[in-house]
């Protein structure tokens, strides 16, 4: 078996991330719509490049830490790197299905 079979895939790094919330919105940062981009390296570091519902959110810095929490428990990951993009600003329409549903049930009007 190589190396890069141990690796994890992109669905099981997004999977990864669905324990990870905003605290101020009840729903994980992938149904939200907030991770732009995942990369695995073949020498199991990951890059995320993901947004924020807004600039200067309070809560950047735990996000990151929660990210990397929940990436670094995945077999063949090494390292984790978290970058913050602005660009294309987070709307609502970037939201899953099962996220839009999620904030209906909150009483957010989606």
Do not use: H
């Not at 073949?42 to 929940?70: F, H, K, Y």
């Amino acid at each position: 078996m190589s190396e890069t079979s141990l690796l994890p895939t992109e669905e099981q790094i997004l999977e990864a991330m669905k324990v990870v919330k905003d605290p101020e919105i009840p729903v994980n940062v992938v149904d939200l719509g907030l991770v732009y981009r995942t990369v695995v390296n073949d020498n199991g570091a990951v890059d995320i490049e993901m947004t924020l519902t807004s600039v200067g959110c309070p809560v950047q810095d735990m996000i990151r830490a929660d990210v990397e929490l929940a990436l670094m428990r995945l077999e063949g990951v090494n390292a984790v790197t978290v970058d913050f993009v602005w660009t294309p600003p987070w709307t609502p329409s970037k939201m899953s299905e099962d996220g839009k549903r999620q904030m209906r049930m909150f009483g957010f009007n989606m």
